[in-house]
């Protein structure tokens, strides 16, 4: 029938104020639509109708959307409802643009498919909203779907966008910033898709929870930076799939999982908190060709018996260490580049464990690797060199190192120090520079170092000092520009104690062995 619904004031209706039903077109303009139960219900499988530039305000929900109910609702004041400003459902239509939808007590858009189905139920669109000063701008749940592309969601109470219970929605090119949490993702599979989120407190976006029929987030080329202390939490299960985004800091805790992938880290302001931290047990996430670097801490800090894998990564000019593993974590560490980072490319403490394996580590300022503190981890294939403050250095430890190659490393290739039942087998060590030797014994370390080359150092290719019963054997020490091994004395005790130095191979160098050397088989 193409009704004119224009100029009215429509209120105080105990149901709705305006019903779109059927198949009428109308057009709804300039009303003031206030205090009915529901202000505007648009229903009916072939609705056409527009609503705009009208004041809809103060009722328990402002436009209520559903079964197939096809309307554009354009350039509203929304505004003051005590449920929801927009309620959509069941499959509805609508189009929802240019509105300024603010000052609801609950949420102001909340999207709801009552039946589930494999691609959501709800298809609204809303583009060019303003949403604002809500206690949350946009709710989904429940297999819902709509589509948001290009509004701006600010200043909520309790999240800009919180989607739970299995509900979905894809938010692309959105404004979402100065809530207290962008997005707020609880057991529920939303796509984010090039969106600005920022200026968020605490977080930008929080993940928690599987949804149904392993339905994973989608997050992917956002620009999460600049929220109070981190732009993305995973935990409780959380399992998103993160790619592309420039993120400022990440946090995986209380058992958060996920696959993060071709992300950039952008560093904060904060001197205490590392771009990425994972911690707790059954926290488990890959991350993966992912560029850390310019933290005012640690770049990677894994905790709290954390696993992990990160692989593929560049990890560079931190303030502190590029990886920090500690209190009981057990990460893989994998095929990752650490250089340049304010102290060592990787510590390993407090009794972790872990795998770090074909990994490059070059030109940190505090060395490139440093295990302690009854640390057992397993150190493979990894490339050290250029490091300053030498290579690798095992404090009290019991860590597994084979088949690495160490170079061009000041003060020493590895250091052992204190009692360390290491394994040191079929690694190459070759030219340390200045006064450097390729693998040092001292402070009583005990390690075996059997079956690896060592050629080129500047000084010695191995120095035992003092009190040390490790086994050296096997090994081949060629053109080294002073000794093979060197034994002297410590404050610990007299040279040599318990040593044993049996079948190395010796040539081209000064001497084979120097120093008095108390040991059950010479070499």
């Known amino acids: 029938s193409n009704p004119l619904i224009n100029g009215n004031t429509i209120r105080d209706n105990q149901e709705c104020g305006v019903l779109i039903s059927g198949t009428s077109s109308a057009s709804i303009k300039n009303n003031a639509i206030s205090c009915n139960e529901i202000n505007i219900k648009i229903t009916g499988g072939t609705d056409s109708a527009i609503v705009e530039h009208n004041l809809i305000e103060s009722a328990q929900v402002g436009v209520l959307s559903g079964i197939g109910g096809s309307t554009v609702v354009n350039e509203n004041v929304i ?40 691609t959501g139920r709800t298809f609204q669109k809303l583009h060019r909203n303003n949403i604002t000063r809500n206690a949350t701008g946009v709710s989904t749940e429940n ?18 966008v919180r989607s739970d219970n299995n509900g979905r929605g894809v938010f692309s090119k959105n404004r979402v910033l100065k809530n207290r949490v962008g997005f707020l993702i609880n057991q529920a599979a939303p796509e984010l898709h090039h969106n600005r989120i920022t200026e968020n407190e605490p977080y930008g976006v929080v993940v928690e929870g599987l949804p149904e029929n392993g339905h994973q987030s989608n997050i992917n080329s956002n620009d999460i930076t600049g929220n109070k202390l981190a732009g993305l939490i995973v935990r409780w299960q959380g399992n998103p799939l993160v790619a592309n985004n420039k993120i400022c800091g990440l946090v995986i805790e209380k058992g958060g999982c996920g696959t993060f992938r ?83 490319g990787i510590i390993i403490t407090l009794g972790c464990k872990g795998t770090i394996q074909n990994n490059t580590i070059h030109s940190n300022n505090g060395g490139g690797y440093h295990m302690r503190a009854a640390s057992t ?17 095992v404090t009290g430890s019991s860590g597994t190192l084979t088949g690495n190659t160490i170079h061009s490393c000041k003060q020493y290739g590895i250091a052992f120090r204190g009692s360390t039942d290491s394994s040191f087998t079929r690694n190459i060590v070759h030219s340390q520079l200045g006064l450097s030797a390729g693998v040092l014994m001292e402070q009583g370390a005990t390690p075996t170092v059997c079956r690896n080359l ?19 054997s096997e090994n081949v020490f060629m053109q080294e520009l002073s000794h093979g091994i060197k034994v002297c004395a410590s404050e610990v005790g007299p040279p040599g104690k318990g040593l044993i130095i049996a079948k190395n191979v010796f040539a081209d160098c000064l001497a084979s062995i120097d120093g008095i050397v108390h040991c059950e088989e010479r070499s």
């Open 143 to 160: 297999y819902a779907n709509p589509h948001f592309l290009d509004n701006c969601i600010s200043h909520s109470a309790v999240a800009g």
């Open 79 to 118: 505004r003051l409802h005590s449920l929801y400003g927009v309620h959509l459902r069941n499959g509805g239509f609508t189009v929802f643009s240019n509105n300024k939808i603010c000052d609801h007590k609950q949420s102001a858009i909340f999207a709801q498919g009552e039946t589930v189905d494999a």
């Open 454 to 472: 060592f050629y080129n150092n500047s000084y010695t290719g191995l120095m035992c000092k003092g009190c040390s019963s490790a086994e050296i």
């Open 262 to 344: 071709r992300n950039k880290m952008v560093p904060g302001t904060c001197t205490n908190i590392p771009q990425i931290r994972i911690e707790g047990e059954g926290s488990n996430p890959t991350i993966t060709e992912t560029e850390i670097r310019d933290s005012k801490s640690h770049g990677i800090q894994i905790r709290g018996g954390a696993l992990g894998v990160v692989s593929t990564c560049t990890i560079s000019n931190n303030d502190s260490c590029g990886l920090e593993v500690t209190d009981d974590a057990n990460p893989t560490v994998e095929h990752c580049t650490f250089t340049q980072n304010g102290q060592q």
């Open 377 to 393: 981890a397993v150190i493979i294939n990894n490339t050290i060199h250029s490091e300053s403050r030498g290579g690798i250095l």
